[in-house]
C-alpha cells in the first residue's frame, strides 16, 4: 500500500464517537478497493472496542461525502478483462451489508454531494443525517449500468413509486426527499455539524441507539418542502407500470411540466439499463433481506461488464467527458428480452449463503482471506 493509499481512509476517536473520514476530496470522495478495505478493518476496531460507542462517517473536503465508485478502474477492468471490478463490487457490497447490521449506533452524514456507492455506505447506517448542502443521486442509468449497493433493496421501499422514480431517472434530491424517500432520518445544517460530533462523542461509554437519536433531534431542524412529496401521485401513476416503455408513454400523458421532464430525462439514459434497472427494483419488491438484493445487483454487476453501453456510459461521462452517449440499442423498443437474460442469472460465487431464519442473519460466502 502506497502512502497516498495509506491515506484515503483517516480513523480517529473522540472520547466515544470513532470517526472513519474519506480522504479523496480531489476525486469527490470516490471509492476505491482500498478505501472499502480500510472502511472494513476501521469497522472491525470500533466494534471490538468497549470505549467506542458510535461510529460516524463523513468525506472530506467541501464538496460532498462520495461520489460513488471509482468508475474509471471499473471501465478499464471490463476492457482488460482483469478480476479488479468484481472484486471491488464483491468487498465493496458486503461491506454495505455489514453496515446494515453493525451492531453499534452507525451515524453517516449526508452531505453535498452523496451518490452512487457514497449512499451504500450511507444509507445503510441506522442513524442517516442530511445537511442542507445535500445533493444526493443514483445516476447509474446514465452510464449504462443500474443503482447497486444495495439500491434495489432501498428503493423498493421508498413510499409509493418514489423509488423508482429515482432508480430510473437518477434525480439529484436534496434533505427533504431524501428523509420523504427513506434514504435519510433528519436534516441537520452543515454549521451545526460540529456540535453534532461534540454531542456524540460526549455520549457515555455504551450509549444505545435511542440516546443517538435523541442527541440528533436536539440539533435537526425541518427542512425547506421537496419536490417528490408534491409530485407523489403523479410519480405513482406513471411510474406503476413494470416496462420502461408504459412508464415514458404514462409521463407523456400527463399534462405536466414536471412528467414531460422527467420524460426527457428518461429518454436520455441508456434504454438497455432502464430495463434492467426496473427489473431489478421489481424483483427487490420481493426479496426478504438487503443481502438476497445485493447478490442479484453482484451477479448483474459482473455482468454488465459485457455490456456495450457500460464503456459508452462510462466514456462519455469521464474518459472523453463529451456528455453525448450513443446507446445502442438506441430505443427501448429496441431492447429485446433475450439482452436482458444475461444479468438476471444467480452468480456461481454468490457474496452471502442466505439462511431463512430470521434470527440467524446471511452467511458470508468467502472462502478467501482478506487482504489487509
Known sequence: ?????????????????????????????????????????????????????????????????????????????????????ATFWREEYRLNSRIARFPKPYVSLLDGITMGGGVGISAHGSHRIATDRLRLAMPETGIGFFPDVGASFLLSRSPGEIGTYLGLTGAIIGPADAIHAGLADAMVPFADIDMLRRALSDLPVGADAKAVSMTIATLAQTPAQGTLAVQQSLIDRAFAFDTAEEITNALAQEASAFAAETQAVLLTRSPSSLKIALQMLRLARGSESLEDCLNR????????????????????????????????????????EVDLAPFFPPHAAPLFVLDKNPNHGPIRSEPEARPR
Not at 459485457?306 to 467527458?321: C, H, M, N, P
Open 297 to 336: 445487483e453482484f451477479a448483474g454487476s459482473v455482468a454488465i461488464l459485457g455490456l456495450a453501453d457500460f464503456y459508452e456510459g462510462i466514456r462519455a461521462a469521464v474518459i472523453d467527458k463529451d456528455r453525448n452517449p450513443r446507446w445502442n440499442p438506441a430505443t427501448l423498443a429496441e431492447v429485446k
Open 1 to 85: 500500500m502506497s502512502t497516498s493509499d495509506a491515506n484515503e481512509i483517516l480513523v480517529e476517536t473522540s472520547g466515544t464517537l470513532g470517526r472513519i473520514i474519506l480522504n479523496r476530496p480531489r476525486a469527490l470522495n470516490a471509492l476505491t478497493l482500498t478505501m472499502v478495505r480500510m472502511i472494513d478493518a476501521a469497522l472491525d476496531d470500533f466494534e471490538r472496542d468497549p470505549s467506542i460507542s458510535v461510529v460516524f462517517v463523513e468525506g472530506a473536503g467541501e464538496r460532498g461525502l462520495c461520489a460513488g465508485g471509482d468508475i474509471r478502474m471499473l471501465y478499464e477492468s471490463g476492457r482488460a478483462a482483469t478480476d479488479a471490478a
